[in-house]
Structure formats: C-alpha cells, structure tokens
C-alpha cells in the first residue's frame, strides 16, 4: 500500500473518496459535517495529499483530524469496511475461480458460472460500480472503482487464459504469480519479431499437416490440426529455456501432432518422415521395428541467443502416458551425469492427450515423483494438448473432474489454461510457466484448450459420434489464418509477409519430398551420443564371459568399512550385532550372507567407478530387515550410508526407498538406465509378485525396446520369489512371464542361488558392455537360510556359473533333478536325509538365455536313459516349466527322459493355506526322490486340494 495514503484510525481512504466523489456530485448527500471538510479542501484551507501519478483527486490527509460525528460517522466506518471486505473478496473469487468463465475453449462450449463472480452475489448494484475502492492486494498501487477492478479481474483471469493456483498453499508462490499476472493482467508484450515467429511456426505447423494429408491420403499421421499452436508453444519454451541455462531437454509425447513435432521442432528431416510413410526403408527395419509415430529421435537446437539446447524426444509405445516416468528417469539421468546437481541444466516436457492425462494412473504417479530427493529434477513442464475428445469419447464421460488437468492439482503447482487460437496468451503462459519453474523447480502444466478437426486418425470419421460438435469444428478457420487476420488489424504485418513465410515452407516440404523419392536417397542418421559408445547389444554370444571377482584383501576392506560408523552415530542395538557379523565376516571367522554379498558387489563397483543407484520400497532397510544399507541413529534418527564412505573417490551410492508406485519407480529407473550406461540401476520389488504393476514398462519397454527402436538397457530387477507359505501373492515374481517374453537374447532372467553367484552376476552385469536388463529372482527366506553362504574366496576369484552342477559320480547317477533357487535346498536336504547318493541335483542358475551346450555338456557322462527332471516350487503353468519343456521337449539331448515336477496347475499362484503349502512343498519331494515317475506330479496332487482363500 502507498504509505502516503494511510489512513490514521480505521477510517477507510476509498470510503472517504467515494463520499467525495458523492459529496462532487451532489453536496447534500453528504452528512453536513463532510460538506464543511470538502468544502474546506474545495477553498485550499486543508492541504491534500496527492500521490504524484494518483489518477484521482485524493482528498485526504492524514495530518488533518477528520470530521466525526459520533455514531453516524462510526456506522459509515463499519459500513466502508464491510464494503471493502466484499471486495476484497470478490477479487479472491475471481482468483479462485475466474478460470472457470475464462474464454479458454476456441469452441466456446457452453459452461456453467459460477455466482461468487458475480457482483451482485456481494450485494453491489449498477451504483456501486463507480465507488473507488482501495486495491492494494490487487497489485496496484491506485484506488479503483469496482468496474474497474472487475475489469481488471477480468482480463487477468477470464480471457484467454484461465489459471488455477489458490490451492498453492505457500504465500510467496501465490505473490509470486499475482504480482506476474495481475501486474500485467495477463497479456505479454509482443514484438513484432516474435509476432513474425508465432506465424511462422505457425505455418510450419499448418503446410505439415496439410502436405502429408495431400501426398499421403488416408495415412495414419494422427494431425495437430486444431491444435497447432502446440508448434509455437514449444518453440516458445525452448528458446525461454535456453536463455534460462538449460542445455538438455527430454521430451516424451504420445501420437497427436508427433511427426509434426518431429519435423518442425527436432528437426527430423520431412524427406525421411515421408520416406517413412511411403515404407521405402522397410527392409532396414531392425528387429521388428515399430510404427512411425512412435519412434524417437534427438537433435541440437540453436537459439535466437545463440545457445545450444540437446532435445531427445523418447521413442514411445502406444500406452499412453507411460513414457512419462521414463522420460523424467532420462533427464534425471542427464542431470546426474553432468553434476547437475541444482538441476538447472535439463528439462523435461511432457506432452499429453486431456483423455489420457485425466484418465491414467501413471501421471498421479509421475506428479508425485516429482518432489522426491531421489526422483525429482527441478520441475517437468506439461503440455496438455486438449482437444477435448478421446478417440470418440467426450470429457462427460472421460473423466470426473472439471478440467482434464485436477489430478495436477494434487501439487502445489499452478495450472494454466489456455485458448489455442489465441497463440499470444500462449506465448504469456510459456513465459510464466518456464519462468514459474526455473524460480521454484517445480512442476508446472499448460492446458493448451483447441479440438481435433479430422477424426482420431485420418481415416476416421468424428461425426458418426460427435456430429453436432464436428459442425462446429468444420467452420472454424485455422488458428494460423485466425492469428494472422489479427496481425493484419494491427498493421504489423502485411499479407505480403505472410504469403512469403507459407511459400517457402511449402517449397521446403516439396524439396524434402521430391528428394526422398531419390533412389539414392540416404536418410540422415543422427549421430550416437558418446555416452553409449562401446556398449552393444544383440545375441549374447558377442559378450565374453570372464573373471569378475575382486580381490580379497579389498572385499575385506570394504566389509570393514561398513562397521566402522562416525563417532557421533549410534546405531540400534541389533544394528550392533549386523556390524559385529559383518566385523567376523571381513576376519574370515563368518561366511558370507546375501546382503554382505550385496554389499560386496555395490562397494566393489562403486569404488571401481561405477554408480550405484537403487530404488525401491523400503530398500534402504530392505524389506526382509536384511539390507540395512541405511542406517538410522538411534538418538536423533539422522541416517548413515556406510556404502557412501568406502574411499574419497569412490563413484556415489544411491539408495533411495521409493514411493508406493511400481509402474512410475520402475518407468523412471528404466528411463534412467537409458542415459546411464555405466551405472548400475536396480530396481527392487517389494514382493516380487508387484511387478505385475509395471507390467506395461516391463512388456513394453524392458523386454522389446531393443528390438522395436534399437534402444539398450541394462537395469537389473531385484524380485523377492519363492514358496514359503506367506500365500498366493507373496510366494511368485511371475518367472514364467519373463521367460514367455524372452527371445532373441533381450532380457537376462536369472535365479541364483548363492550369495557368490548374486555378487558375480551383478558385477557382470556391469562389467560386461553387453548391455540387457537383469531379471534376478532374490530370496527371502534364504536371507538368513544357514546353508545359503558363500566364502570371501568365491567371490575374490571366479564368475558367475550359469549352471552349478553335482559333485556325485556319474555313473551311479539314477535320476537327475534340475532346479533353480531354493528348492534346491530342500531337495539337498531330502537327499542328504535318504541318503540317496544316486541323485544328483543340479542348478541352472541362469534361465535366459539358455546356454543348451552348457546343460549338455554338465549332463555329459550320466548314462544316456537317465531320467531328468525339472523340479519347481511353481504350479505346472508357472515356474520355469514351460520354458524348459520348450527347449528341450520330452527328450533332453536326445539322450534323457525329461519330465517335470511342479504343483499342480492353478489359477493363483500359491494357496493361502500354510498347511496346504507345506503339503504340496513335501508332495514335491516325495516325487523328486520317487524313483521312476516320469509323468510330472498328477499323482502327487493332494487329494481334495483345496486352496485356501485368495483375498
Ligand atoms: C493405455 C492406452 N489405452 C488405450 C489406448 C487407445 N487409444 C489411443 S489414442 C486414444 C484416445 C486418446 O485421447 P487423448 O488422450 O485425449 O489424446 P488425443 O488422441 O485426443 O490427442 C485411445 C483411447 C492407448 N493408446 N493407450
């Protein structure tokens, strides 16, 4: 508030005005005491106090005891004062919810208004319009008269664009974005330049879509048409990034306008875009390859300052929404990469459909990533490319809320809504939103409102479903020709120019496309970024296997430096003994257990160079209470990462306990291993049966990238499996899926059974330059199974053993058992119990890919007849079984009856029944040792086998 405005006591300096004002028109209508006061400053015997560039004559001053006459002029006080505070809170109604009678639609479909914008709904009449009110929560310092305000209020909240941020609940923010809009009601200077730009990009945007829908009739471009100012718009915001020092930018963006985004804003030639449309290069498709719209692509981007921005824009399946948490984990990725600690330098855009956006749960998980220490990256701009259509279904029956962006509202983030056709407000909304960003690293999202002028995709026909609003739709002009008419009125452009920019860029498309038709056309291939060179992929027989054991005394040195805490941590007293295990573990008094083997692994890397970055829920302790990589004082709670102290330059440990989300942590740490080659990313599953979850990122990303956009990963996925009476959905990581979706050597699914083998398979993982995800099947209650040990030895020579074969004499074999994981223990157990010397058990410990010449040459000297089985803890549709019998069918190599023991087929994975469980676990043995059955376990199932309750 102007101070030389201050009134002394609660007298109110608007209400004093407004009697003035009154007092100018008519003196009589003032109480006689205020006509002698003006009357007073009519003849200059009071002094006013004007404020230099007050548009109104301010009449009051302060100095001078103003007229009272008792209760009269009391009631008058309390009178202004309830006036005031109806104004004042018809200015935060219309910040609320001025959005909802904002023009932000181009269709102008009709919506409800709601009351508290209304004046009247404060009791003001037509009367009150010209009262002057004090403004000073309004960004101005004058006094206004409420149609003024209104008029304000209007222009900042309800024209083109409608802004929800009041349920930001920190002050600062809200002032922050106030002061931006009001102060300016909402409206960005725009110079003539950039007008020029607008229409350009623009243009771009139009000649596109209409030349592939020309050349290419009825092709399946999924257009930008009705929502073109998406080209601007992201035009706009990398060039307001780049000025703000950003330097990368991943972009993840679903089917609408893509092949417009990648020609106009990545700069992907339109030659090979259309070469992709006419299928000429279909014979060089790797792999299975995948549509065009889907593919990804990254170029360099010049600014007007001349600063270059990086733009990967993510290759993307057809599940909507799922790139999102992929391409977060790829920036983060960047960011890491190049210390980018204050995430300054990257930023990621995402791009959605209102359908998909409202509609599916990886963006509520997205959003919340986007705060946490372990995920965040300084804020990811939304683009919501708003149709307003679905396929064929409208937002009635789309989504539940008002807008398709509310589940935004979950983050104290503002949320602008745009109208399309008007590309300035487009321009103001970019500005404020990267601006918004770059000061409070925050999310933030514009709803960018147009329609879809053809059908979902070209070959589709809208009206059978929409016909009234497709009416509409077909005489709307385009929001080029719109902006550009209203260039015209404002002379700052002629037809001239405009006539120029369209010219050249149909020219352009025409070059491009006559070109690309060129039998010796070659299609310019981006060049890989450096940070993947000497990784491959492809079969697994490219990638040597060799030692990958680390030296002893420095295995011993990283146990120690684990127990030896900070003087000033105390740790919980059972922690205590965890150290002390460890303490007798590094003097070679203990064998290994699994975590120490972990351990061993993540420190020997790490102090080799390579990152460590685990995330998951509850990894930090781990959920078996195993783990303890996180250490939590027992005084005051501060935590401890010994694996972070192991020496000065070691490469950093990430730990970090994830949200309660599977598809978004495992999306984002899949995007992160994309731009990570040289760490090692693992994701841990809670129980391994959660990763049916993320099933879309494992089906769609982990398994076939490779193989549809030659993209490589080599994240490493930790799921806790095996039967151990805990129930149907605590027993099973679903092997069998991830071996039915194995071919062509793209996953690694392994099961080991030994904390040795653990500590190899993850240090070649990382050591080879084979780059492919790890499927690791991990224990539970072998964390802490007595047999389940390994020596410092193990682990300071050798490597991982795809197969772990018997010690028993061959010759006296009568029947093989082969197996994975822990049934092993107990078929080792029974043995050892019925001292049957003639079976021997042996591990495949590697289930994919599956070296045969490996298995037959460990089977090499058992006589030719010897029966083999598989032996699972799995029901027959579950498990390995499936895969082994389709490799080996019903005779392995030729030479030895294979057959298979497992529970019976089920529906569930495992029975709720503990009893059941230890029935079928012993019926599994009985058959393992039975000698002679060939015929699976159909004669084991138990009688009556009933499983217990599922819920
Ligand atoms: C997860 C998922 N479910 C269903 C589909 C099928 N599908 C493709 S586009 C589409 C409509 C998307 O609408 P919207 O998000 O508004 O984007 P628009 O196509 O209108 O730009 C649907 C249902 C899909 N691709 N992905």
Redesign the pocket.
Known sequence: MNENLALPGSLNLAFVEGLYESYLQDPSSVPPDWQDYFQQIRNGDQPTLLAPDFPRTSIFNPAVSLPRTGRAVEALEAQSANLQDRVDQLIRAYRICGHLIAQIDPLGLPRPVPPEVDPAHYGFTAEDMDRLFSCQTLHSRDFLTLREIIQRLRNTYCRSIGVEYMHIDDLKIRGWLQERMEGTENRVEITRKEQLRILTRLTDAVTFEEFIRKKFIGAKS?SLEG?ESLIPLLDLAIERAGDQGVQEIVLGM????RLNVLSNILGKSPGEIFREFAEMDAVSYKGSGDVKYHKGYSNDWRTLSKKTVHISLCFNP?????VNPVAVGRLRAKQDRVGDGDRTKGLCILI??????A??GVVQETLNLSQLRGYTVGGTLHIV???Q???T?SPSD?RSSTY?TDVAKMLPIPIFHVNGEDPEAVAQVVRLALDYRATFKRDVVIDMYGY?RLG?NEADEPSFTQPILYKAIEKRKSVREGYLEHLLKLGGVNERDAKRIQTSRAEHFEKEFAESKAADYVPPTPVPRSTWKGYFGGPEAQAKDFPTGYPKDRLIQILRTQTELPPDFHPHPKIEKLLEHRRKMAAGEQPLDWSAAESLAFGSLSVEGTRIRLSGQDVGRGTFSHRHAILYDYQDGHTYVPLQHLSPDQAPVEIFNSPLSEVGVLGFEYGYSLDRPRALVLWEAQFGDFTNVAQ?IIDQFLASSEDKWGRLSHLVLLLPHGYEGQGPEHSSARLERFLAMAAEDNIQVVYPSTPAQYFHILRRQQMRNWRKPLVLMTPKSLLRHPDVTSTLEECATGMFQRILPDELKRQEVSRVLLCAGKIYYELRKRRTQLKREDVAIVRIEQLYPLRKEIIEKTLEGYKPGTPVFWVQEEPENMGAWSHMRLNFGEKLFQKFPFSGIYREASASPATGSAILHKKEQEQILVQAFEQGTLAGVASAVIEGDKRGPTA
């Not at 679903?254 to 306008?257: E, N, T």
């Open positions: 999924f929502s679903a089917h609408r306008g057809s599940h909507l929404e799922f959605h459909g209102d359908a998909a956006f509609g599916q490319v708003n149709n259509i679905g396929f279904t789309a398709a879809r979902h879309v």
